[in-house]
């Protein structure tokens, strides 16, 4: 309020300046009962009024259970594989399969040329038959003598000596009985076979080389089955079990998934990483599969039950604490500290500090806070 003392004006002029300051006087009196608030009180010109509540996106709180899977990387390789390799030396005279054939067992490979172990075979047979000729006419002289030296008509030392000479051709008899084996045997190495069914891998030989005992010649792949092997960490290896199911996936197949079963655990840690192998094994009768591939191997170890997953975005990181933001009862924002556990993508466990049933505020926790009021615009359950 203006109070205007009255003033005796001498002039006109000092009459116009005290009407103008009148006139102000009035008109500031009018307008200050424009800030006369709805309640009933007065407040101050220019003075900033109850906030609005925060609009904020919520979850509730459920258990769920959470597989443990744990992801390694490792390479494709057959069940099984072998070198077949040379037994005998001698010239390779021809071969019949080659790399990417598929060969069944028992199958001809290659073949060193025979001739001179059917030479070595036809030799020994006919020492085997000089040996036998010998020791039946020994055998017939032994049976006569050892009739006619209980009656005395020879003497000791004549059927010792027929004897001895029965013994030694018996003996010869045995040893080139044993030579025709040995011979029959190597000849029949001369024909390499395929031990298994399987495809040729590699070849180490060419017509007309020669190969000496231990050289390769093929190696065969039984790649009807595969096998890979990953590494574990100990706290991991300790939930893994025979038998487990496995998921696979390899690159030149994106959108495949393989299905394993663990066939392997080692039993012993490396000592250069401190990890214990398994290997996984897996059905290739389509021949999709190549070895060498790398693979990416997916084990569920474990199952985590009744716990809590939370958005990772839902997380606050301030000082030295983790928290969240919860609605209460109320509509009012509060903080909530958690202890943190196993992430699974874009979620991460919760293990303490919230609670089945909680409202968590999942969007616009970053602009709330503790005893602030909100409006759920989103609610999902």
Known sequence: MCIVKQMKISNKRNQIHTAVFIGACVVAWAVVPLFHSADGTDSIPGSVGQQKPVPVNTSVIHFENLPVVVESVGRLFPDREVTVSAEI???????????????????????????????????????????????????????????????????????????????????QKIQAEVGVRIARERLKKTRLTAPFAGLIAARYIEQG???????????LADLDRMRAKVFLAEKDIVYVDDGDPVRITVEAYPNRVFQGVIDRIDIKADQATNTFGVEILLDNTDLLLKAGLSARVYLTTRVLRNIILIPQSAILFRENRTSVFVVDSDQMARERTVALGMARGDRIQIVDGLAEGDMLIVRGQNYVQTGEQVTVNNETN
């Open 89 to 171: 030396p001698g010239e390779i005279s021809h071969y019949s399969a080659d790399v990417g054939d598929k060969v069944g067992k028992g199958m001809f490979l290659a073949e060193i040329n025979p001739i001179d172990y059917e030479l070595a075979l036809a030799q020994a047979e006919s020492n085997l038959g000089a040996a036998t000729a010998r020791l039946e006419a020994a055998t017939s002289a032994y049976n006569r003598f050892k009739k006619l030296l209980p009656r005395k008509v020879i003497s000791r030392d004549s059927f010792d000596k027929v004897e001895s000479e029965y013994k030694t051709y018996l003996a």
């Open 209 to 219: 080389q020669l190969i000496a005992f231990g050289d390769p010649v093929m190696t």
